[in-house]
């Protein structure tokens, strides 16, 4: 389990998740173009070995990349239908993740604004914690130490050997396999709501928390469709 702080913003809640992710048995801390200080060390306390081991990256896309689920935490869910907004909680998430064997990263964004609508929709998953409308935000360290606690909980179940987890590159051919297929039936006609359809498969493949070998069963029946759609295109069917 990797935990990815995007761009944060005060180098003593760098110190202070480091903290909260040894109190919970969590050492993966992976930073997006951090700035660390002495502040940040004097905050880890005893947790200065998870920092000092912390992988550090410029960008979002290279800290996606370390992963096969991506999953993001947003404090806004949306008052209207947004795939990318409708988020679990970390209790849910603690139960789906049982016997998942592949490489999992919470994504915190920055202390300011969170993660960008953009990097949202780039997530297999996202998480909420329920909160007081009144005060919904939480602190960078609080928001972590809920949901870490929530996965200490519970450790990883054996799974199969023969089975390994579909890749983020393997999900993402799935998903641009169904977004051909629209494309051929043409279907919705209204392209804002075909980006629709294709972000609400994109958040159902991410929830399915599929195998590599169940995406390529998935992605062979629907390329034949394509196949035959496009064969009856040409034939004026």
Request: hydrophobic share 45%; with cysteine; proline share 3%.
């Given at each position: 389990m990797k935990i990815v702080l995007v761009e944060p913003e005060g180098p003593a809640n760098i110190g202070m998740v480091a903290r909260v992710m040894k109190n919970f048995g969590f050492t993966e801390l992976v930073l997006v173009n951090p700035n660390i200080t002495k502040e940040s060390?004097?905050?880890?306390?005893?947790?200065?070995?998870?920092?000092?081991?912390?992988?550090?990256?410029?960008?979002?896309?290279?800290?996606?990349?370390?992963?096969?689920?991506?999953?993001?935490t947003t404090a806004k869910s949306g008052r209207r239908y947004i795939p990318e907004r409708a988020?679990?909680?970390?209790?849910?998430?603690?139960?789906?993740?049982?016997?998942?064997?592949?490489?999992?990263?919470?994504?915190?964004?920055?202390e300011s604004i969170g993660l960008k609508n953009e990097e949202l929709e780039r997530m297999d998953l996202t998480l909420t914690i329920p909160t007081s409308e009144a005060y919904p935000t939480m602190n960078l360290s609080q928001a972590a130490a809920v949901i870490l606690y929530e996965l200490s909980k519970t450790k990883r179940e054996a799974v199969h050997p023969s089975l390994e987890p579909a890749t983020r590159e393997e999900k993402e051919?799935?998903?641009?396999?169904?977004?051909?297929?629209?494309?051929?039936?043409?279907?919705p006609k209204d392209e804002e709501r075909k980006e629709v359809f294709v972000k609400v498969f994109?958040?159902?493949?991410?929830?399915?928390?599929?195998?590599?070998?169940?995406?390529?069963?998935?992605?062979g029946p629907?390329?034949?469709?394509?196949?035959?759609?496009?064969?009856?295109?040409?034939?004026?069917?």
């Open positions: 060390y004097a905050y880890a306390v005893h947790a200065r070995d998870v920092l000092e081991r912390a992988e550090i990256v410029e960008t979002f896309e290279e800290a996606l990349g370390l992963v096969d689920l991506a999953i993001g988020p679990i909680t970390p209790w849910e998430l603690r139960e789906a993740l049982k016997g998942y064997p592949g490489r999992v990263g919470i994504f915190f964004g920055r051919v799935l998903v641009d396999t169904w977004k051909r297929l629209l494309d051929v039936l043409d279907y994109r958040r159902f493949v991410g929830r399915a928390f599929l195998y590599g070998r169940e995406v390529h069963t998935l992605i629907l390329r034949k469709a394509i196949l035959r759609l496009e064969e009856c295109k040409d034939a004026e069917c």
